[in-house]
């Protein structure tokens, strides 16, 4: 998710919480969330690993928020 206004954070699994990324950089220009200066402007952002649950490489995954500009 990116946010400019505020840090966001989620609860992370041992009660603390973590701090979620502000600013995602994507290079993929013809994506309807691509903006200047390589942002992403997608309310969430949702990567997944080709392997299953988990990634060794980051060719290993893709993002599956992208959508074509059409």
């Given at each position: 998710?990116?946010?400019?206004?505020?840090?966001?954070v989620?609860?992370?699994?041992?009660?603390?919480?973590?701090?979620?990324?502000?600013?995602?950089?994507?290079?993929?220009?013809?994506?309807?969330?691509?903006?200047h200066?390589?942002?992403?402007?997608?309310d969430?952002?949702?990567?997944?690993s080709?392997?299953?649950?988990?990634?060794?490489?980051?060719?290993?995954?893709?993002?599956?928020?992208?959508?074509p500009?059409?």
């Amino acid at each position: 998710m990116v946010c400019f206004d505020a840090i966001l954070v989620k609860m992370n699994g041992e009660g603390g919480v973590n701090e979620l990324a502000q600013d995602v950089l994507c290079e993929v220009n013809n994506c309807v969330y691509w903006a200047h200066g390589n942002q992403c402007e997608a309310d969430k952002i949702y990567v997944v690993s080709h392997t299953g649950k988990e990634a060794d490489k980051q060719e290993e995954t893709d993002c599956k928020t992208f959508e074509p500009q059409h």
